[in-house]
């Protein structure tokens, strides 16, 4: 069993790319990955990995079925679902903010309820319980800007990574909530049978992305 | 796995498991009745989850479809002696979409406990995880050595987060709480170890003596590497590990915790502890400890997958004699196969086809 292949789901995208860019360099490596094609599985013999594009909100699910031993998966994806699983490593890629913004010149009126549009519905309302505001949170799955444009909500929360979005469409960005970026997950119950093995990846992956950050 | 009464492979471990608890004296706890409502609400702490599927009796009582098992015997306990007893039931919690019928089997040993008791108990459930199949771990910790410590440099908020960081293996997160919290490097990286250490028990009991800081934190590493003590006695060669990340469960467990694992199901299929606080809770003296097997995980197991409908699938013509037939069956049923007779072969999974010819069983390989 432990020279059965390591299951690596990876998020489709920029994102997948960058992070196995990084795998690559710490020894990880499956030229194949790159190569344009519509294949989804992707196999290197001698690494004993094989590597697999998701739907980037679909790795965690992926990984907490087992299905996936190992994934790449944001930050945001994990508090926002809370599956069951370990988070490994914290890749410094694919860094944002999840952020509050609303129309230029908005005040928040206390005595009324804050229309709230998201696609992260969970930290949404942990954010304003927090807080103690009242909110109506209203979930979208995309183009959540158009949201307090057309009076569909009075703020968004959504993660924000150059703001060019937000200004783009007259909005500002008011608070950040929290930092997100990129993190290494693995199934629990792989993790122990695959200790060895995934922790030689983990302090491996860690070794690459100090370099990154030195470089950077 | 093949066995002889053709069960299925969760049907079949609980058969095995109920002869096991039994060989070691536990007594068999059997559950006919609804309990009311109120047992579960007023617990509702020690529940997994406080979603409970209720109904209203005859006698117009609100009753409830139980979520556990440990609350009933745990209750009916009457503070006499030591109670050894096992169970395999059926119990209902929320699913994905909606409640579900889950089979569970367990043991729970309550009263004086001691090292020696514990032992057993842990024994019982690396033989547990024995007759799943032989691709096993049971991983043990103490929730009072991990908590000892978060809880000398930590307020209760920030203990919280840091066992909550740690129940997921997350060091950056844990790095980032003792930061804020102004822990020294040294504690931190206590707290780091705990999260990425895991191994053989006896190799961990060796790396917890330098992680020790106050006298709680040796008061339970001590219980913990006598309990492994007795355990080795048991089973020498028995995959026991430690992993100190498991102390998230606090509210429930008070001492040893231990969680089992089979090779091929992404879950944990056995999980138990001590849990002291729920005797206390319920107005009683004394220590508990048990475990439950999630049997209803084992259906997902490959074995499974690859299941038959039957042994032979004999196919009938109408112009088959049907005492011919009648015949043939009680034949290979005498043989110990099943079988399944049907005019055509759809959607049947068999291991080998076979049908009359001229009145003469004829199976074909």
């Known amino acids: 069993m432990s020279d059965r292949y390591l299951n690596i789901a990876l998020p489709k995208g920029r994102l997948g790319e960058k992070a196995y860019g990084l795998l690559a360099k710490a020894g990880y490596e499956c030229p194949s990955v790159l190569e344009e094609s519509r294949k989804l599985i992707f196999e290197d013999e001698g690494n004993k990995v094989r590597y697999f594009w998701v739907k980037p909100s679909d790795v965690a699910v992926y990984v907490e079925r087992g299905s996936a031993d190992m994934g790449i998966v944001g930050s945001d994806t994990i508090l926002e679902t809370e599956p069951s699983i370990y988070e490994l490593l914290d890749l410094n890629i694919g860094k944002c903010t999840m952020s509050v913004a609303g129309p230029k010149g908005f005040t928040d009126d206390r005595s009324r309820v804050l229309r709230v549009a998201t696609k992260y519905p969970n930290i949404t309302r942990d954010y304003y319980d927090g807080l103690g505001r009242d909110i109506d949170v209203i979930k979208l799955n995309g183009s959540i800007e158009l949201a307090p444009i057309l009076a569909l909500s009075d703020v968004i929360v959504d993660i924000v990574e150059t703001g060019n979005t937000l200004r783009e469409n007259g909005l500002i960005k008011y608070t950040d909530i929290m930092d997100i970026s990129a993190r290494l997950i693995s199934n629990k119950v792989s993790y122990k049978f695959l200790y060895g093995r995934m922790t030689e990846l983990m302090k491996a992956l860690e070794n690459v992305v100090k370099e990154e950050a030195l470089k950077a | ?365």
């Open chain 2, 1 to 365: 796995m093949e066995n002889a009464q053709n069960l299925r492979k969760d049907e079949y471990i609980q058969l095995k498991l109920r002869e096991l608890y039994r060989q070691y004296g536990y007594l068999p706890y059997r559950m006919g009745r609804f309990e009311e409502y109120e047992l579960y609400m007023r617990n509702r702490n020690f529940l997994r989850s406080d979603r409970i599927l209720t109904f209203t009796d005859t006698d117009g009582k609100l009753r409830a479809m139980k979520p556990d098992i440990t609350l009933s015997i745990v209750r009916d306990y009457d503070g006499a002696g030591l109670q050894k007893l096992c169970y395999s039931e059926s119990v209902f919690r929320p699913g994905n979409s909606g409640f579900r019928q889950i089979e569970q089997s367990g043991l729970e040993c309550i009263g004086k406990l001691d090292p020696y008791l514990e032992g057993e108990v842990l024994m019982l459930a690396v033989k547990s995880l024995k007759t799943i199949g032989e691709g096993y771990l049971l991983d043990i910790s103490h929730v009072g050595f991990v908590s000892a410590l978060a809880d000398q440099y930590l307020d209760s908020i920030f203990s919280m987060d840091i066992l909550k960081e740690l129940a997921r293996k997350n060091a950056d997160g844990i790095r980032k709480i003792c930061a804020e919290a102004s822990i020294d490097k040294e504690i931190t990286d206590i707290f780091i170890r705990m999260s990425e250490s895991y191994g053989p028990a006896e190799e961990m009991l060796d790396i917890m003596k330098d992680m020790v800081r106050n006298s709680d934190m040796e008061k339970a590493l001590k219980e913990l590497s006598d309990t492994v003590k007795i355990l080795r006695e048991f089973e020498p060669d028995g995959k026991i590990m430690i992993d100190l990340s498991m102390a998230d469960d606090r509210n429930y467990y008070s001492g040893l915790i231990f969680r089992g694992m089979t090779e091929g199901v992404p879950e944990y299929v056995l999980s138990g502890g001590r849990y002291d606080n729920l005797l206390k809770r319920m107005g009683k003296e004394g220590n508990a400890i048990g475990f439950a097997v999630y049997l209803d995980l084992l259906g997902d197991m490959d074995e499974s997958r690859d299941r038959k409908d039957c042994d032979i699938l004999l196919i009938r013509k109408d112009t088959d004699d049907p005492k011919d037939i009648v015949k043939a069956v009680d034949e290979l049923i005498a043989k110990g196969m099943s079988v399944r007779v049907e005019k055509e072969q759809e959607r049947i999974r068999y291991r080998k086809k076979a049908e009359l010819k001229d009145g003469v069983l004829k199976i074909y390989e």
